[in-house]
């Protein structure tokens, strides 16, 4: 009886043990999923070619062209570059803040050009100009949407190309750059010491009485037609319509008793032309098909004092 008993129970136990294993086969007869596998980075992109020598000139030109800002090149806030034909100007630009490249006053813009337009925002704008003698000025202005960013910027006017590079930093960019012309100032300075010259006396030291005023002046009528001469003596004055600049000037030619005509030296001295010496006849021939010719002659004698070459 025991046996039977013990042989029940243990059946029993068993019994719930044998249902609770079979979910667990039916589980491990299910295949798991595979699993997932992270993409494999790209490979980094080598040159298959070594730089040509060109390729590397090229680089070494546009290094050796490209011009950084300079401590002492600062204006306050403002970097101040001297302009040279054929540099590259270098600029940091940050995102969120805005870069004015400020051209020449009453310089007028042609176009502005870039190598990316997608990720640097480029705009343009005037200052100034309002008041009388006061010319406008134009200003580019640069921004780049994020830090990292590389570009270059063509900027064309009526006067000149600008080239520059821009460059992204996270949090340093220039507040604004702009040029000083040093050739432009060379010629404002050679016009200023023009205009002093020519306002100066076309000679000193002379007296009405030392002026010798006996010339006729006959010929064509072209405009460059001279209002008179004279002289001290000593050199001769040939005065000229204030208007003789605007055009080509004449070559003066003496002519001797024979007829023959050779070219003298002379100065323009603004609308004077001075010869260092006295003639008899002198003539200005200008043109080719149809020459103008316009004869002076000298009619009299010097005052006391004067003198015959």
């Known amino acids: 009886m025991k046996s039977a008993i013990l042989a029940a129970t243990t059946f029993a136990v068993a019994a719930p043990a044998t249902a609770q294993t079979t979910p667990a086969r039916v589980a491990a007869a299910v295949p798991s999923p595979a699993p997932v596998v992270a993409p494999a980075p790209e490979p980094a992109k080598h040159r298959l070619h070594s730089p040509s020598p060109a390729e590397?000139?090229?680089?070494?030109?546009?290094?050796?062209?490209?011009m950084a800002p300079l401590t002492g090149g600062y204006l306050g806030g403002v970097q101040v570059y001297p302009w040279n034909e054929g540099a590259i100007y270098q600029v940091f630009t940050a995102p969120g803040q805005v870069t004015?490249?400020?051209?020449?006053?009453?310089?007028?813009?042609?176009?502005?050009?870039?190598?990316?337009?997608?990720?640097?925002?480029?705009?343009?704008?005037?200052?100034?100009?309002?008041?009388?003698g006061e010319a406008r000025r134009t200003h580019v202005l640069v921004k780049p949407f994020t830090a990292g960013l590389s570009t270059n910027l063509v900027i064309t006017t009526d006067r000149r190309t600008y080239h520059l590079t821009l460059t992204s930093t996270?949090?340093?960019?220039?507040?604004?750059?702009?040029?000083?012309?040093?050739?432009?100032?060379?010629?404002?300075?050679?016009?200023?010491a023009e205009a002093a010259r020519a306002a100066q006396p076309v000679a000193s030291g002379?007296?009405?009485?030392?002026?010798?005023?006996?010339?006729?002046?006959?010929?064509?009528h072209p405009a460059w037609r001279p209002l008179r001469a004279f002289d001290d003596g000593r050199q001769t004055f040939i005065e000229f319509p204030a208007s003789l600049g605007e055009g080509e000037a004449p070559p003066l030619?003496?002519?001797d008793a024979k007829g023959t005509a050779s070219l003298v030296n002379y100065r323009v001295h603004g609308p004077y032309y001075v010869v260092d010496r006295i003639f008899d006849v002198a003539e200005l021939r200008l043109g080719l098909k149809h020459q103008d010719i316009v004869r002076i002659t000298r009619t009299g004698e010097a005052q006391a004092g004067g003198r015959r070459s």
Not at 170 to 182: D, G, K, N, R
């Open 253 to 255: 030619f003496l002519v």
């Open 100 to 132: 004015d490249i400020a051209l020449q006053p009453g310089e007028n813009l042609g176009a502005v050009a870039s190598g990316d337009t997608v990720r640097w925002v480029i705009g343009d704008t005037t200052s100034g100009g309002s008041g009388p």
């Open 170 to 192: 996270q949090h340093t960019a220039m507040s604004a750059l702009s040029w000083i012309y040093p050739a432009d100032e060379l010629v404002a300075l050679k016009a200023a």
């Open 206 to 220: 002379l007296s009405i009485e030392q002026l010798h005023f006996g010339y006729a002046i006959s010929g064509d």
């Open 56 to 66: 590397l000139r090229v680089k070494e030109a546009n290094r050796a062209a490209t």
